[in-house]
Each structure stands twice: as structure tokens, then as C-alpha cells.
């Protein structure tokens, strides 16, 4: 019961929280699920670089999997195909990909897409991840912690998103749905 009334606080004081427990993740590995609105902790996918949430294997991808992440030593967290099975049965863990450092795009990219990278550019930020409670939260320039992610409908495959940051457009087509992302999975996993 607490842990659903916290949520509903935390998603009540919006996307930027100024103060509170903050700290890192142990070194235990540990999956993303995201929580939204018709969103009911999805896991996690690398697919081809980018972040998606799906409810199964994303197959339009040709290197994907559900990623586990383990801590770094300066707040980057670091992701490698789990060896877990998805909703449908299918193995999540077939992906190629090695210690990918999960990212969201900074104040200054045009481009809203969460993603994955070995060797992060100017545009995407990876070692500003702190956490709240299981909340993952992004650390802002100015020293705010804010949950600014979205998921985009996946038009051509069903029950996927593409995790995206911090949209500031108007969303008239109802596109984007407003997710936190979480370290715990859904009761039902």
C-alpha cells in the first residue's frame, strides 16, 4: 500500500523533485521498467542503439534484448542483454551488444530519443542518473532532479514505444504518454 501511495506522490509533485532520498543503486544488476498511463511496467529493450519499452521482443531490430544494468563507478548506468524471457516466453537475452551506457539526450539536442552509446557525444548525458527510492530520476545543469520521459507509440509494431525526453511539443495525435522508469518489475512479471 505505501509503495502505491508514494508513487501517486511522486507522480503528484510532477516531473521535477527538489529534494528527498537520493542516492545510487547497489551493485546488483538490475532491469528498467517504465509506468505510465495504460503502461504497466513494460521492460526495457535495446533495440539497435535505442531505448524501446515493449510488452515482448521488439523484432524489428536486428541486435535487441532486455537489458541489465549495473551501476558505474561515476553514475553512468551500464547495460548488457539480460538472460530473462519476456511476457510471451520468448528469451529476452539474445542481443550482441556490451556494456552500453544508457543516455538521454541534453538541454541542447534536438533529438528526444533514450538510447544506448559506448562513448557518449556533447548531446547525451549519462552520468547524471540518481535515484529515488526505485524512481530513476535525470540530475538537470542547475541541480533539479526530474523524470522527463515519454514513450512514443510504435505505429508498426504493437504493444512497443520508443522511449523518448523530455517533450515540450504539443501532442495532439496522443503520441506520447508521460512514464517513470523503475528498478522494480511489475507484480505480474
Known amino acids: 500500500m505505501w509503495a502505491k501511495s508514494f508513487g501517486i506522490c511522486l507522480l503528484a509533485l510532477g516531473p521535477t523533485v527538489s529534494a528527498g532520498i537520493l542516492g545510487q543503486r547497489s551493485s546488483d544488476s538490475f532491469s ?3 509506468y505510465g498511463d495504460s503502461i504497466g511496467g513494460l521492460p526495457l529493450y535495446y533495440a539497435d542503439g535505442n531505448a524501446v519499452i515493449a510488452n515482448h521482443t521488439p523484432d524489428n531490430a536486428t541486435d535487441v534484448g532486455q537489458v541489465a544494468f549495473t551501476p558505474g563507478s561515476s553514475g553512468p548506468l551500464v547495460g548488457n542483454p539480460a538472460n530473462e524471457t519476456d511476457t510471451s516466453g ?4 539474445s542481443g550482441s551488444f556490451k556494456n552500453q551506457q544508457l543516455f ?6 534536438t533529438d528526444h530519443q533514450v538510447g544506448f552509446t559506448a562513448s557518449a557525444s556533447s548531446d547525451q548525458v549519462t552520468s547524471k542518473f ?3 527510492g526505485h524512481f ?4 538537470t545543469d542547475d541541480g533539479e532532479y526530474t523524470s522527463l520521459f515519454y514513450a512514443k507509440k510504435n505505429n508498426s509494431q504493437e504493444g512497443a514505444y520508443s522511449l523518448q525526453w523530455n517533450i515540450t511539443d504539443d501532442d495532439e495525435d496522443g503520441e506520447y504518454y508521460s512514464v517513470s522508469m523503475r528498478s522494480i518489475a511489475p507484480s505480474n512479471a
Not at 520468448?90 to 537475452?93: A, E, L
Not at 538521454?104 to 539536442?109: I, L, M, Y
Not at 530513476?136 to 540530475?139: A, D, G, I, Y
Request: hydrophobic share 45%; aromatic share 16%; net charge positive.
Open 90 to 93: 520468448k528469451r529476452s537475452g
Open 32 to 34: 528498467l521498467y517504465a
Open 136 to 139: 530513476l530520476l535525470v540530475e
Open 130 to 132: 540518481i535515484w529515488y
Open 104 to 109: 538521454v539526450p541534453s538541454a541542447n539536442s
